[in-house]
């Protein structure tokens, strides 16, 4: 064979190895756009690995504190495997989760990181291993373990670099994760927020809202129950006045003394008191649990106070599962523990709230605008110029804040959207740019659950909408456009013309004010440019 053909030959191969790679490319960006299901992504791609490098076992294991655990498996004796927590350091996955360093090893058990005692528990022949770090940034937060080599044979280079693409999509699928269950917690502490403050100004039955609120607390909480003590003065007894939970009606004839158990201390004190096992705490009543037939684990006590003075406490008790109540529930719990104080008071706290409340989903676009330093800063600049707008037509406070909250959340679909067409720095394909149109879509899918923000929903699904009907997701024409979204597509089209971007250098202002002229009839609407024009020339320096 002449050095002609060699080099021909040579020349395909690397040409199939990159229609491999862009194959397996396109399927794992396709598996990971939808983060929604977490579980079967990672079993999605688990799957796709194991086919791709043709093995016959594998599994993903994800760093929890000081261990690994098995979230997906696949192999003959992958149903032995699920939620198995392994030391972190211990075999050649808990090496590799622990020093970010990928093995590659074709004889395992001559491999000194090695520990046979998994494969000897569940009777499975190990020959050969592949694992890879899962990195988020630079932190290691699991790893991607490929065993035996079907037909016998050894890993190579090309099973390395394959799989490496694979782990890397894992690091982001999981990073894309963690900020999705952020925001979904964030989400739950807004609709109990929200829903609390509307009740404190729709109702005074007082003990019919503070069990709404209880039983909201407590499910939001994953809490078994929830109560309510309020301060007898005249016996100086705490007394329950909700009680919710299996228990709550035999609890509402209890009285604890001042000073006595959890309760009667955290009410002493004025602290909150989170006790994890109540068996090893001294200060826990156990008259309670004996007159109820209940059995209490762990409490979250938080004092219930009014200008400094303590009029009750509320708790939570015993976290479903084997965790324990965390620094996001004592904050959650302090927060509604203070609304609770005001609905016994009938008083005040609803500017608070409110400010709480933007300030918690302005957490969230900060979480998702972090990761592009070009839109960093670019909700609020579009938050302010629709106020602006707002005010400058003499809209009622309330339509005012209704359309700060749907600026704010204008662009909250795109957590959806992957890293890879987000963060793209060229033109995007046809293709990419279709996802990308999914956003407004993707943001009320988010946000339809807390009902007390189904009035912004409009503002968030039709931001992109043109007056002429070419704009998306339902090419809405003329009025048929919401106002809201009307107004906030003027801020948001400026702002990105006014913005760097990674194609292009930011347009002066001059200039895109000409654009929104021009565009005036087709994409705006005149009358808004308008006003905007004027805002501008006042405030905006």
């Known amino acids: 064979m002449n050095k002609k053909n060699i080099e021909l030959i040579k020349k395909e191969a690397e040409l199939k190895n990159l229609r491999l790679r862009l194959k397996v490319l396109e399927r794992v960006t396709e598996v990971t756009s939808n983060i929604e299901d977490y579980r079967k992504v990672l079993s999605q791609l688990l799957d796709l690995a194991v086919e791709i490098t043709s093995t016959e076992a594998g599994s993903i294991r994800l760093r929890e504190g000081d261990h690994i655990v098995i979230k997906v498996a696949e192999g003959p004796k992958a149903g032995f495997l699920k939620d198995l927590k392994l030391p972190l350091g211990k075999g050649i996955a808990g090496w590799v989760a622990k020093t970010g360093v990928p093995i590659l090893s074709n004889d395992a058990k001559q491999d000194e990181r090695w520990d046979s005692r998994i494969a000897e528990t569940i009777q499975y022949k190990t020959r050969n291993v592949l694992c890879l770090p899962i990195k988020s940034g630079t932190d290691v937060v699991g790893v991607l373990e490929l065993i035996n080599k079907r037909d016998g044979k050894d890993f190579v280079q090309d099973d390395l670099d394959i799989s490496l693409l694979f782990s890397s999509f894992l690091g982001k699928s999981i990073e894309n994760y963690q900020l999705l269950s952020e925001m979904n917690n964030r989400i739950e502490e807004l609709s109990i927020l929200t829903e609390t403050s509307t009740l404190i100004s729709s109702t005074l039955d007082l003990k019919e809202l503070l069990h709404i609120i209880m039983e909201k607390l407590k499910e939001v909480m994953h809490a078994e129950a929830s109560s309510i003590f309020q301060i007898d003065e005249e016996t100086n007894e705490l007394y329950f006045l909700v009680a919710t939970g299996e228990k709550g009606e035999e609890a509402k004839e209890i009285r604890v003394p001042w000073g006595k158990g959890i309760v009667g201390w955290t009410a002493e004190q004025g602290k909150t008191l989170n006790v994890s096992d109540v068996t090893k705490d001294k200060r826990f009543f156990r008259e309670v649990d004996k007159k109820t037939k209940w059995k209490t684990r762990s409490i979250l006590a938080v004092p219930l106070k009014i200008k400094g003075k303590v009029i009750g406490v509320a708790e939570v008790l015993n976290k479903i599962g084997d965790e324990h109540f965390d620094d996001r529930d004592e904050k959650l719990f302090e927060a509604i523990a203070k609304q609770a104080a005001v609905a016994i008071d009938n008083a005040r706290l609803y500017t608070d709230l409110s400010d709480l409340f933007k300030s918690s989903i302005r957490a969230v676009v900060n979480t998702v605008e972090a990761k592009d330093k070009y839109t960093r800063g670019h909700t609020e600049r579009v938050t302010e110029y629709s106020v602006m707008i707002a005010k400058q037509l003499n809209f009622p406070p309330a339509e005012v804040q209704r359309i700060e909250l749907s ?40 946000m339809q659950p807390i009902k007390q923000l189904r009035t912004v929903l409009d503002g968030i699904k039709y931001h992109h909408e043109w007056m002429n009907g070419n704009g998306y997701p339902e090419r809405l024409k003329g009025n048929k456009i919401p106002l809201v979204a009307r107004i906030i597509t003027i801020g948001d089209a400026y702002d990105a013309m006014t913005s760097d971007r990674p194609y292009r250098k930011a347009l002066s202002k001059k200039e895109a004010i000409r654009r929104l002229k021009k565009d005036s009839s087709t994409q705006f609407f005149p009358e808004l440019v308008e006003v905007f024009i004027k805002c501008q020339k006042k405030e905006i320096p």
């Open 407 to 446: 600026a704010l959340l204008h662009d909250v679909g795109k957590i959806g959207i992957p890293d890879k067409i987000l963060l793209k720095p060229g033109k995007l394909t046809k293709k990419e740019y279709e996802v990308v149109k999914e956003h407004p879509v993707r943001g009320v899918k988010i």
